[in-house]
């Protein structure tokens, strides 16, 4: 089945304890980006990248880390996460940058920062 | 700096009845993105509009695109309950694949 696929679900952690949020996707998909979701204000991009290393910054990029050594995986790296990064986290991908057939969405991480 | 404002953000109406949730954005561009959400779920894409003029329709949902106006439009006909769900519209920069996303329409419909 085609999908993109984010790990874990759900984490609680600590300020100042690095995570990694991991986002796999089966598609062959060029384009890869990572969002977070907070209430009344939609999503807001934090990295894309359009292949293999090679990144861009988004909307928010603060606090995050990317890197896109393979194809198939795009890891969100928080080095020092802070109680402000408490969101809902969403990993993204297409073919070709969502011309023509859009984005396809994992099934999200809720990330909480105590 | 590109800004996407949908309204309205909240929506209660009755099954059966039509309405529209409106898209405007501040600078020019060419691809919009409609998207579903359900409680809790990711999100699903339901159309993209590449053109001025573009027009697209799936069930009950209809959207349109207006790049002049730099509008889009989703509308939906003879709702009904299943259609219950936060709909969101998105943006790319001309030329660029930041995607910039709307707050979000919260549309709850009432057997």
């Known amino acids: 089945e085609a999908q993109v696929t984010q790990n874990p679900r759900y984490l609680i952690t600590v300020t100042g304890k690095k995570l990694t949020v991991t986002c796999s996707q089966n598609?062959?998909?060029?384009?890869m980006s990572w969002y977070r979701q907070d209430p009344g204000l939609g999503l807001r991009q934090i990295y894309y990248s359009m292949n293999v290393e090679v990144t861009d910054k988004g909307d928010v990029p603060e606090g995050y880390k990317v890197s896109r050594k393979e194809k198939r995986n795009f890891p969100l790296i928080l080095e020092s996460p802070s109680p402000n990064q408490t969101s809902l986290y969403f990993c993204a991908s297409s073919l070709t940058g969502g011309y023509v057939y859009g984005y396809t969405f994992g099934s999200g991480t809720r990330l909480t920062v105590v | 700096e590109l800004k996407v404002e949908q309204n309205p953000l909240f929506l209660s109406m009755q099954e059966g009845k039509n309405y529209t949730i409106y898209c405007n954005y501040s600078?020019?561009?060419?691809?919009l993105y409609w998207y579903r959400q359900d409680p809790g779920k990711s999100l699903e894409s339901l159309f993209v509009l590449l053109s001025n003029g573009a027009v697209k329709q799936e069930g009950r949902l209809m959207a349109s695109l207006d790049t002049k106006a730099r509008l889009s439009t989703l509308h939906i006909t003879a709702a009904v309950h299943d259609l219950s769900a936060t709909y969101f519209c998105a943006v790319d920069l001309l030329g660029n694949y930041q995607l910039i996303w709307g707050a979000g329409t919260k549309l709850i419909i009432k057997p």
């Open positions: 598609m062959n998909h060029e384009y």
């Open positions: 600078t020019t561009s060419d691809r």
